[in-house]
């Protein structure tokens, strides 16, 4: 097993460990650990709302979801010699579960969750058609998944960290709080929220105490999005044998990471839609000097997939267009005609006795892919799902004979404010 170099203790908060790691984005953040170029480590996890989500058939918990104190990441990192107009090489050894730890009280012993947020606390994909809070507990053995809350499916899992990235520099901070400010500026009191501002409550900011946290706290990015550093991408193929391209843009590069999921459908659509856990990380890490501009790298990872994705052979796909469900036409809305293509594959899993939240929780968890099959036949954008008809227990492709019915079980967990 490779060096821990930010070990976790299970039983201890995130705050209350021997490093204390970050939630928020910031280049002041002091790095916790220093590795060389050349090395190969292990960096522990905790599950992102670090504990707040439980093992039960309550949706309370994801109604109640403590927003403000996500993501809780591991690091910053920083690697020797790293100087802005890098390339930082990140690669992926190995990624799992909490190890020998197969039963507990948190996210990565042995399940992870899937949920739903309600609209007033971030919504999701589809939130105007699911607008309250939902979970759906998964429990692992081996590599696979399968819930008490939604039967008849079980599928191997692509995990993966869905948040890695290197610290911002105070230039390009600036450009993300200006950027994102005049975004919320034109709807400020839109539900949910167009983006997410810098919030000092429930900030942790590593080692910074003091004056000096209460300023970064103040100007610090939140994490929930992707940016030019990486960030929060739940690219679902970023899994074991990926090699990473960042852009470095402070001393050290300063790399974090966290958000692990067991499993995720291409775009995370429940927002909360991975299945979310902790676990452990094994990289391996280099430099490219002057990387960014030798290959024109100035802003976002490039990344090498890893080939160890599950093998499904056949598959079942939907599609959609950018016309909205009360007929308003839309140019060329490739969010809009994803959105179309998710909610034929729901109505379509329902035949087969499935709720439309217990349609929703699959595509959110297992590993459909989603695909942008055309982007210039003016007006209409065209998406696709792709759902793996192997993680069924039974047929799932139209027959003469009709659909299967499945027993729906007692069904996802709901909450209501």
């Known amino acids: 097993m490779p060096r821990n170099v930010f070990p976790l203790d299970s039983t201890r908060t995130f705050t209350d460990q021997q490093l204390t790691g970050h939630n928020r984005w910031h280049p002041d953040i002091p790095a916790q650990v220093h590795v060389k170029p050349g090395d190969t480590f292990r960096v522990d996890c905790r599950e992102w709302f670090d504990g707040a989500i439980h093992n039960d058939d309550s949706a309370d918990d994801i109604l109640n979801a403590p927003l403000a104190g996500v993501h ?54 589809l939130t105007e058609q699911f607008p309250d809070a939902y979970k759906v507990i998964w429990d692992f053995q081996g590599g696979t998944a399968t819930s008490r809350h939604v039967p008849g499916v079980s599928f191997t899992g692509i995990v993966h960290p869905g948040l890695m990235g290197t610290a911002p520099s105070p230039e390009l901070l600036g450009r993300w709080n200006a950027r ?64 990473v391209f960042y852009p470095v843009f402070v001393d050290g590069a300063n790399l974090s990471m966290g958000d692990l999921h067991f499993s995720q459908g291409d775009g995370e659509i429940t927002f909360c839609g991975a299945i979310e856990m902790g676990g452990f990380i094994d990289l391996h890490v280099d430099v490219i000097k002057g990387g960014m501009a030798t290959y024109g790298v100035s802003e976002n990872a490039i990344f090498v997939p890893g ?64 695909r942008l099959s055309g982007v210039v036949d ?33 069904g996802v967990p709901h909450s209501v404010a």
Not at 329 to 346: F, K, N, V, W
Request: hydrophobic share 35%; with cysteine.
């Open 378 to 410: 003016i007006p209409n954008s065209c998406s696709t799902v792709y759902l793996p008809t192997g993680i069924f227990d039974f047929d799932v492709k139209p027959g003469k004979n009709g659909p299967h019915r499945i027993d729906p079980g007692p």
């Open 307 to 370: 080939n160890t994705d599950p093998q499904y052979s056949e598959w079942i796909a939907f599609s959609g267009t950018s016309v909205t469900l009360d007929g308003e036409q839309r140019y060329l809305d490739s969010h809009l005609s994803y959105q179309r293509a998710c909610l034929h594959a729901i109505d379509y899993l329902t035949n087969f006795g499935y709720s439309p939240i217990q349609a929703y929780m699959i595509l959110g968890a297992a590993p459909i892919e989603g």
């Open 180 to 243: 994102e400010q005049a975004l919320i500026d034109t709807d400020p009191e839109r539900v949910p929220p167009l983006a997410l501002p810098p919030n000092p409550d429930s900030a942790i900011l590593g080692a910074l105490t003091g004056a000096d946290f209460d300023r970064a706290a103040a100007e610090a990015a939140r994490t929930a999005p992707p940016r030019e550093n990486g960030g929060n991408q739940d690219i679902k193929n970023l899994t074991k044998g990926s090699r």
């Open 72 to 125: 809780v990441l591991s690091g910053p990192i920083a690697v020797d010699g790293a100087q802005p107009g890098d390339l930082l090489i990140v690669d992926i050894l190995d990624v799992g579960p909490i190890p020998q730890e197969d039963s507990g009280p948190l996210a990565g012993q042995g399940w992870g969750y899937t949920g739903v947020f309600a609209t007033r606390n971030g919504g999701g994909f």
